[in-house]
């Protein structure tokens, strides 16, 4: 089965590498020495309207479906760019088109469509809780017609360049809720707000990330999303699309490394021949776009799911799984590929490399991933 090349999904791509093609590699090289947040790029996609993608057409949107969102989000990687500097613009709409009130999206999604109100933000792990939500300790106290939050998150990504933060907050605590997925709650946060507080994180790629506390922030109760105490099944939905997104920018990396590593090959002659007549070299580029290929189909295939509203948790985390261990090896090939070259800046390789090594991590360990599928899939005893 073909999960992309429609003629309509074939255009998407080629538009999109068309406007990423005004950012060469040369650009992303000097904005990671100089770590630099893409302002110019982000400010083109926005004015594209493709990270609206999402969004239905009565909201200004493109009207569109994940599969599409995911050939957008590749094809920013497979340019050389850092396809998370936007990407969360696309993914954090997706609890809001699912789960946000009428008046919400009015309000909130043709203005973000437009570009207009940037998306950027979303506050959900914690130094405590790590990957185990429902340990959230960061609080929403109901104050009248107000919530107060206190308390703190880590690796809340590129919040100076938000001006919306969809925070995840406990409005019951641990001890207290009748169970322990309930009791935690989705709030749409205008950005700024008294009594945030942002520490940069640096990082070894050029990612933005921040620690951020909340001291007594105070936050309309009209800003949540959903009901009361109800947003872990919420975050499920959340992640799927997320785990898609970063299955895509990962598959947009690894193509990116077979060219490069392939062109490479192609072209650089040592004892009178082109390196990649030899199979040390072929085989590793060769393994790399098939890994790639695959991973791509079970993306597609969640991608596919997700757009059908049915069940697609392990085929998210799947492709999420095989994308970044297909990505890591594309990177991996790259850099014997180069030899001595691979880690000179002026060839970029490098800096992909360190990019790309994310995906293993997040979002969303691979560890955990496997653990996921051994007990909830395979029905096997929890392994922790």
């Known amino acids: 089965m073909d999960f992309e090349l429609s003629e309509e999904r074939a255009e998407i791509r080629q538009t999109v590498r068309q406007l990423c093609a005004k950012f060469p590699d040369s ?46 989000i590749e094809e920013i990687s497979r340019s050389g760019g850092n396809a998370i500097s936007c990407h969360a613009q696309i993914y954090n709409v997706a609890m809001l088109m699912r789960h946000a009130s009428e008046e919400q999206k009015r309000r909130y999604l043709p203005r973000i469509a437009a570009g207009e109100l940037r998306f950027l933000a979303f506050g959900l792990t914690e130094h405590n809780a790590g990957q185990n939500t429902t340990r959230l300790e960061t609080s929403a106290v109901r104050d009248g017609d107000h919530y107060v939050v206190n308390g703190s998150k880590n690796w809340l990504s590129r919040i100076q ?27 749409l946060v205008e950005l700024p707000v008294e009594g945030i507080h942002v520490t940069p994180v640096p990082l070894m790629m050029n990612i933005e990330t921040n620690e951020v506390t909340f001291d007594d922030v105070r936050i309309p109760a009209s ?19 997320d785990r898609i997104a970063a299955a895509s920018a990962a598959i947009g990396d690894a193509r990116w490394f077979v060219d490069k590593a392939r062109d490479y090959a192609n072209e650089r002659v040592v004892f009178d021949q082109p390196i990649g007549k030899n199979q040390a070299v072929q085989f590793p580029i060769a393994r790399a776009y098939a890994n790639t290929e695959a991973a791509s189909l079970m993306r597609f295939k969640a991608a596919t799911l997700y757009d059908a509203g049915r069940p697609c948790g392990p085929e998210s ?12 090896g594309a990177a991996e090939a790259a850099m014997s590929t180069y030899g001595g070259y691979a880690f000179a800046a ?20 691979n560890n955990l991933i496997l653990s996921y599928l051994g007990q909830h899939v395979l029905g096997m005893p929890r392994s922790f």
């Open 27 to 72: 650009y992303w090289r000097e904005l990671d020495q100089k770590r630099a947040y893409p302002e110019e790029f982000l400010r083109t996609m926005l004015d594209s309207g493709w990270l609206g993608v999402l969004i239905p057409t009565e909201y200004g949107g493109k009207g569109m479906g994940m599969t599409e969102a995911a050939i957008i």
């Open 317 to 328: 985390n799947m492709a999420k799984l095989f994308a970044s261990e297909a990505s890591w």
């Open 223 to 241: 800003s949540m999303v959903g009901e009361e105490g109800k947003a872990f099944r919420y975050i499920l939905d959340g992640v799927n699309g």
């Open 161 to 187: 360049h938000s001006d919306l933060l969809l925070l995840i907050a406990r409005t019951t605590p641990f001890e207290q809720a009748a169970r322990k997925t309930e009791g935690i709650t989705a709030f």
């Open 346 to 365: 002026s060839r970029d390789i490098e800096r992909k490399f360190r990019e790309t090594r994310l995906f293993l991590n997040a979002p969303g360990s």
